[in-house]
């Protein structure tokens, strides 16, 4: 039997770049699905209410600017109830259609291995890192393994490297060290002992490194078989050296729960594809003599 393939679009931190050419885009390549890793602006509703109107299965995690800086977290709570249920932090969404299984990992994270703002207290309630794991967790547990399956997060675990460039590293201060969470690495490596979890998807660390250092590592595959993409591209509106608009998407492909393709994207506004940096692509089966 043929296993069906499932298209997924990411967008990255946002820092408001989102409009009705974002909307229009989607509505012309047709992802099967919309993931989202936060930081949509510093706390406003705009982005939310656009999100809203869009008739596409859709996930979301909030992130440490979607705060807007305020502690009593009416922020924050404000733009949760603008999302509904599309938001996942600590929870799982189960998108039918198409048949997709997103867990949510700890909203509001800054990195830095595990810390709630007054923010996130406010909406949540104080947890300690050992109980944000097991919201996590549990959620993982309770994912139809019939379904493929990604956690979706701000912030990237810890255990993906120290240095400036890797997936989680901090850039900009020195010395540069891991900033990845720790209680998302700890769910992810309690959760692994009873099913695979083949992807994770954050942002936060954006992909250009600060004092003109390069380009961040976005795709890290551990020896587990999970693999680990950071989508904040930023900014991901741009324009290229001819002068053609530009929209960011990272794109991700499943074969029934099986991760086929992942990959970076830039398009047109009008839906052309005009540049993919393709990160890894499962390896073709042997073919018999």
Same mark, same amino acid.
Request: hydrophobic share 40%; aromatic share 6%; glycine share 12%.
């Given at each position: ?88 932090? !600590? ?78 590293? +901090?850039? !900009? ?5 891991? !900033? ?27 992909? +250009? ?17 999970? %693999? ?16 053609? %608009?530009?929209?960011?998407?990272? !794109? ?38």
């Amino acid at each position: 039997m043929e296993l069906a393939e499932l298209r997924i679009a990411i967008a990255g931190d946002l820092h408001d770049q989102w409009d009705a050419s974002d909307q229009r885009l989607l509505e012309t390549i047709a992802p099967d699905a919309l993931l989202l890793v936060g930081d949509l602006s510093d706390g406003g509703g705009r982005i939310p209410r656009l999100l809203a109107q869009l008739d596409l299965p859709m996930a979301c995690v909030l992130g440490n600017h979607d705060t807007g800086r305020d502690p009593s977290g009416r922020r924050l709570q404000r733009q949760i109830t603008l999302l509904g249920d599309r938001h996942c932090g !600590w929870s799982l969404r189960t998108l039918r259609p198409p048949g997709l299984a997103v867990v949510g990992a700890r909203p509001g994270s800054a990195g830095g291995g595990f810390h709630l703002s007054q923010a996130v207290r406010s909406v949540y309630g104080p947890l300690t890192m050992d109980e944000s794991a097991q919201r996590i967790e549990a959620g993982l547990a309770a994912a139809d393994p019939s379904l493929p399956l990604v956690v979706l997060a701000h912030c990237g675990p810890s255990g993906l490297g120290s240095g400036a460039a890797d997936p989680c590293g +901090r850039d !900009w201060k020195l010395p540069a060290c891991d !900033w990845g969470d720790q209680d998302l690495a700890l769910a992810l490596h309690r959760a692994r002992r009873q099913r695979p979890v083949p992807l994770v998807v954050f942002g936060h660390m954006h992909h +250009r490194l600060r004092r003109g250092a390069g380009e961040r590592l976005s795709f890290h595959r551990d020896r587990q078989g999970t %693999a680990h993409l950071n989508a904040a591209c930023v900014p991901r509106h741009g324009h290229d050296q001819q002068g053609r %608009a530009l929209r960011h998407f990272s !794109w991700v492909v499943f074969q029934g729960t099986t991760l086929e393709r992942v990959s970076h994207r830039w398009y047109a506004p009008d839906g052309d594809l005009l540049y993919e940096q393709t990160l890894w692509s499962a390896p073709l089966p042997l073919m018999p003599c």
